[in-house]
């Protein structure tokens, strides 16, 4: 399985757009890139899926390159309800529910 | 609210003594998956189970069982605790691609 990095923490003022990147250089040809949110003491929220270029939902965008070793979710306009731990997770389709996830990204947003 | 519920919220038990933690999946979910959060880390996979069946399973002693049941609801049986197993647990069901996590079980062992 892909072994994903990211970064430990990051600051962001409200109003501004936050983005979080992952690498997983080892990305095999049939996995996907999935995002996930989670708030203090409850179960993570998935977000966002995507496989290359772009993928746009109503609460972020994530965007891969063509060599797929990186992906950047991005949130549009963070507010104080936001400020959540982001995980990012590498894994074949149907199979991605396997895999355990990494320390992610603490995001804390400022007012 | 993902309709996935959990029970007990929380749980206190003494190291050597059986823990069953219990899962409600989303409606027509027949996939459900375990998962073990420590605090400060990532949710780490136990073991997934589809159509009653375990189908996958993580870096986990034999001690960290599970069953699903026909209706696709779920257990997570731990025998022999180590003040180690303190942690959430979460369990998570899908159908196709989309995963939906309950509220978790947060058990403390003493």
């Known amino acids: 399985l892909a072994k994903t990095t990211q970064p430990i923490s990051m600051d962001s003022y409200e109003g501004q757009e936050v983005n979080i990147t992952c690498s997983h250089n080892?990305?095999?040809?049939?996995?996907?890139i999935t995002w996930y949110q989670q708030f203090p003491s409850q179960g993570p929220r998935f977000i966002i899926q995507g496989y290359k270029t772009k993928v746009t939902n109503e609460v972020a965008s994530l965007f891969i390159p063509a060599d797929r070793k990186s992906s950047t979710l991005s949130l549009p306009r963070v507010s104080l309800s936001d400020t959540a731990v982001y995980y990012c997770?590498?894994?074949?389709?149907?199979?991605?529910?396997?895999?355990?996830f990494g320390t992610g990204t603490k995001l804390q947003v400022i007012p | 609210e993902t309709g996935v519920t959990q029970s007990p919220t929380h749980l206190i038990k003494t190291r050597g003594q059986q823990v069953t933690l219990r899962c409600s999946s989303q409606?027509?979910?027949?996939?459900v998956s375990w998962y073990q959060q420590a605090l400060g880390q990532g949710p780490q996979f136990i073991f997934q189970y589809y159509r009653e069946e375990e189908n996958g399973r993580g870096n986990f002693p034999p001690r960290f069982s599970g069953l699903q049941f026909p209706n696709y609801s779920s257990e997570l049986n731990v025998n022999a605790l180590e003040l180690d197993d303190s942690a959430l647990y979460l369990c998570?069901?899908?159908?196709?691609?989309?995963?939906?996590f309950g509220p978790g079980t947060r058990l403390t062992v003493t």
């Open positions: 409606s027509g979910h027949n996939t």
């Open positions: 997770l590498v894994g074949p389709q149907g199979g991605y529910q396997k895999v355990t």
């Open positions: 080892n990305i095999a040809t049939n996995d996907y």
């Open positions: 998570a069901s899908s159908l196709g691609n989309e995963q939906y």
